[in-house]
């Protein structure tokens, strides 16, 4: 990693001037670590006692220097009780986390926690200590405030402010309350009361506000709101600082009210559209610009002080009004001396995202006139999507900027088992030891919502810990047991099928259920089914051990909804086959087994606190201080999760919550097939148009409801999960279209190479409908491209079936060949100028029947693109 030198130095130099607090920075390479004249060790007491309540009576906390300016902490035993020491509050959390962890095996979440300590403690000899090579440790995405936090109050927060302590979090993104801010700045400009609420955006569409995409949407807010905010984000803050964190704050990114705009004409501006939305941008190089930068940057320190660190992003997934290199340099630097004007050290945190949503405007010279009018000193990029797209190896590094590698994890808030833990695990470690890694300055998890995988913000963030990769099956197998407090078999064998399949790599929430109803392919999954519906299995065969245990209650329910909402697909796509045969009365059986299993998940997810609608509606109504105030909450927290604007981001933020599935989804579906039904007993084609333009007037009405939910769980977790899983388990295990007879079905396979999420088992595995399972790999890193099966003895075979990714126009070129001994081959079929489109039905390939154990495809072309796809490869003797 190249030296940042030059960038510590600046940052040493910082100094708060927020209220009371006075907060120093110091960096180690990259690195942020704040501490308050408060005293570190006692925040550390203060949040352990909020944890452990008398127990943590047992510990003690003392603050020690830093290692050469990098966090650490160290623990041991020292007179009967152990001692966490630290260079700040949040070190000391860390610590405590990491023996609580590895010691006691407990296991605090935001989704269940397990605190069962063993008396008397687990000594601790010799010392152990841990240095953070990770000077930056980033948490929240803006959308977050929008998808999970818009309406938290300060108890909800303040649990949330010590498990961002307890991972190490030292840089959280801390915005809520700018509504106040603005409101300010708009007074002093002019605005009237009624201009600034039509300008302020409701509350859960504000982060996007301050992004630049939307005003006004969901609009109005009240006074009573940004006044309690103005003391909530104090409440924040103090904590946040109280704990040793830098918390990054709002910076002027040009967007402003169109009104002041009409009150200064002769200012220079641009319209910029997102979505449905437009918005006003000024002109960099206007003189409106700095006093308006100024204006809000004053606003803002009078209310919440600063830490000198600010969030901008002008163009997040929006076009800039220009590529040319000099508007995008003038304007790169008009941001930044609009923070360093007001304060002189401030230092901008940029989300790299606009690099990968707006790729074909954003050329590599753009990238480096936008970067490089900002000293390197003095700014951060956050690569975003690592997990997936990383950016910095196609910026070169962001130009020399210091960035961190980030997790997104999570779109929306969706509800979907996965995550990418082999990159977590290995890729910050590979680019620190890679010169063309560039300032690599910390990790990031920026997720749109509070992710519902506890196992991978664990991951996550203990890497910015440890220095070389660990052995996730090792890593696996000990968070069974702390997640759960002991260890056991049964525990162990559900999470290592997790770990292969589900948290192979990142993964949205695809289910049919929460999708408009179509009749277009269900949506599947990159991983195989039958591994989490076995990890159902095993995790409930470890109920007697664990059923009052909240971790695993949650888990439990988790993983089962996962498999039912994933088995969904497989009765969307028999509810097809059946309606597309003319057979009405199979269509009408079929969709009532889909429509019962939406009720089915509805009750499972009613047991858990953390799916529940009835919970997020009366969140929403109890910051209304009226009854139209309450009205218009909860049209705000209802709209977001469904139509979102007027009809578009339809379902983005779409959730598998007890409530919103027999409120909301159920009944589309059971519209959905009625219509259908009756299409096709009266042998009429279905007016799909008709139907959608009706769908969309229905979902603007549900928005508008008042209809009321349960807020508070109902039944029990563990019965309802064996319930459904006797009733469920052995269909989905052994039922809908699965391709038992096929030879090839389940046989040990290798590849010539694969890309991550789609290994070799995929074509394989029985199911030949599910789009989103198949083997991948492609030529420009893998020319081979080969797939081969061993049937494990020498069998007879006249016919194989290759299905290529289809559902469009694309075709597939490729050669079977046969073999007893997997060194001689014989040619069975060759397909390398076909044409035909790729289709459900796969390509028929049919040879006089011969002894084989090894089947080979090797694929040499694809009509679409470079990549090579097997969704499924089946054998027959004839």
């Known amino acids: 990693m190249q030296s940042t030198s030059q960038f510590s130095a600046v940052i040493q130099s910082v100094r708060a001037i927020a209220g009371i607090l006075a907060i120093g920075l110091c960096v180690c390479g990259t690195s942020v670590v704040s501490a308050s004249v408060s005293d570190p060790a006692q925040a550390a007491r203060s949040l352990a006692h ?27 035993s020292r007179g009967g009780k152990i001692l966490i020491r630290g260079n700040n509050g949040v070190a000391m959390a860390m610590g405590l986390n990491w023996y609580l962890r590895d010691y006691c095996h407990c296991h605090v979440s935001l989704y269940g926690s397990q605190l069962t300590l063993p008396n008397p403690l687990p000594p601790v000899h010799p010392k152990f200590t841990r240095t953070a090579w990770a000077k930056y440790r980033y948490f929240l995405n803006y959308c977050c405030f929008g998808y999970s936090l818009p309406w938290w109050d300060w108890a909800q927060w303040e649990k949330l402010i010590d498990w961002m302590a307890l991972n190490g979090v030292n840089l959280p993104l801390s915005v809520t309350g700018q509504e106040a801010v603005w409101q300010a700045v708009c007074r002093r400009e002019g605005m009237s009361e009624d201009q600034i609420f039509q300008f302020l955006a409701g509350p859960p569409y504000l982060p996007f506000q301050w992004m630049g995409c939307l005003d006004n949407w969901g609009a109005p807010l009240t006074q009573n709101w940004i006044n309690r905010h103005e003391e909530l984000q104090k409440q924040i803050l103090a904590r946040e600082r109280e704990l040793g964190m830098t918390p990054v704050l709002q910076g002027f990114t040009g967007h402003l009210p169109a009104v002041l705009l009409a009150q200064h004409p002769e200012a220079k501006s641009h319209r910029i559209k997102w979505i449905e939305w437009e918005t006003a941008l000024l002109d960099p190089l206007d003189p409106l610009f700095p006093k308006l930068a100024r204006i809000y940057l004053e606003e803002q320190h009078k209310r919440f002080g600063t830490d000198h660190v600010y969030a901008a992003d002008t163009f997040i997934e929006m076009t800039p009004p220009s590529g040319d290199v000099k508007y995008l340099a003038n304007l790169s630097r008009a941001i930044y001396d609009g923070m ?14 606009a690099f990968m949503n707006q790729a074909q405007f954003w050329t590599q010279p753009r990238i480096r006139a936008f970067l490089d009018a900002v000293p390197n000193e003095r700014m951060a990029i956050l690569d975003l999507f690592c997990e997936s797209t990383p950016m910095w190896n196609r910026t070169e590094a962001f130009c020399g900027k210091p960035w961190l590698w980030c997790n997104v994890q999570n779109f929306g808030r969706t509800v979907a088992l996965g995550g990418a833990l082999p990159k977590i695990n290995a890729d910050p470690c590979a680019i620190r030891h890679n010169p063309a890694g560039g300032k690599l300055a910390g990790l990031g998890f920026v997720n749109e919502g509070l992710d519902y995988n506890p196992v991978v913000w664990d991951l996550m963030f203990e890497m910015a810990w440890r220095e070389e990769p660990v052995d996730l099956d090792s890593w696996i197998r000990h968070y069974s047991r702390h997640r759960y407090g002991r260890p056991n078999p049964d525990a162990e064998a ?9 948290y192979e790599a990142r993964f949205d929430d695809n289910s049919i259920i929460a999708q408009v109803p179509s009749l277009k392919p269900a949506n599947g999954t990159p991983y195989d089914d039958d591994s989490l519906s076995l990890a159902w299995k095993q995790l409930l065969d470890a109920a007697p051990y664990f059923s009052n245990t909240s971790t695993y209650r949650f888990d439990l329910v988790n993983i089962a909804r996962q498999a039912l909402a994933n088995h969904a697909s497989n009765l969307q796509h028999e509810a097809v086959k059946a309606q597309q045969a003319g057979d009405a009365t199979a269509f009408r059986a079929t969709a009532d087994r889909f429509l019962h299993l939406i009720r089915d998940l509805d009750t499972l997810l009613g047991s858990r606190e953390e799916f529940l609608l009835g919970s997020w509606l009366a969140d929403a109504r109890r910051w209304g201080t009226t009854d139209a105030e309450q009205a218009r909450f909860e049209w705000n927290a209802r709209r977001v999760l469904t139509l979102w604007g007027t009809r578009a981001p339809r379902d983005y933020a779409r959730k598998q919550w007890s409530g919103l599935l027999t409120g909301f989804y159920l009944k589309r579906w059971d519209w959905f097939f009625r219509d259908l039904e009756i299409a096709l007993k009266n042998k009429q084609p279905f007016d799909d148009r008709k139907f959608q333009e009706a769908l969309e007037k229905w979902e603007t009405d549900w928005a508008d409801a008042r209809d009321i939910y349960p807020s508070q769980p109902q039944g029990d977790s563990v019965a309802i999960a064996r319930q459904l899983w006797a009733q469920y388990g052995p269909v989905i295990l052994n039922g809908g279209e699965r391709e038992l007879e096929s030879l090839t079905t389940g046989k040990p396979v290798q590849c010539s190479h694969t890309l991550p999420g789609h290994p070799a088992h995929l074509a394989n595995n029985g199911r030949s409908s599910n789009t ?77 029947p011969r002894s084989v154990r090894y089947i080979r495809i090797t694929m040499s072309r694809n009509s679409a693109n470079t990549g090579r796809h097997l969704v499924e490869v089946m054998a027959y003797d004839k």
């Open 494 to 502: 559900a999470w290592a099928l997790l770990r292969q399949s589900v």
């Open 50 to 76: 909020r944890l452990l309540a008398q127990r943590a009576d047992q510990f003690r906390f003392q603050t020690i220097p830093a290692d050469h300016n990098c966090d650490l902490f160290e623990i041991e």
């Open 340 to 353: 360093a004007t007001s304060d002189p050290q401030a230092l901008w945190v940029l989300q790299g995202w």
């Open 772 to 848: 989103d399972q198949f083997w991948a790999t492609d030529v420009t890193i893998d020319p081979a491209a080969w797939w081969q099966v061993d049937l494990e003895k020498p069998t007879t075979v006249g016919r194989v079936v290759v299905i290529g990714y289809y559902g469009d126009a694309r075709h597939y070129g490729f050669t079977v060949a046969t073999s007893l001994d997997a060194q001689s081959w014989e040619l069975a079929a060759d397909w390398r100028d076909n044409s035909a489109p790729s289709t459900a039905e796969g390509y028929n390939c049919e040879f006089v």
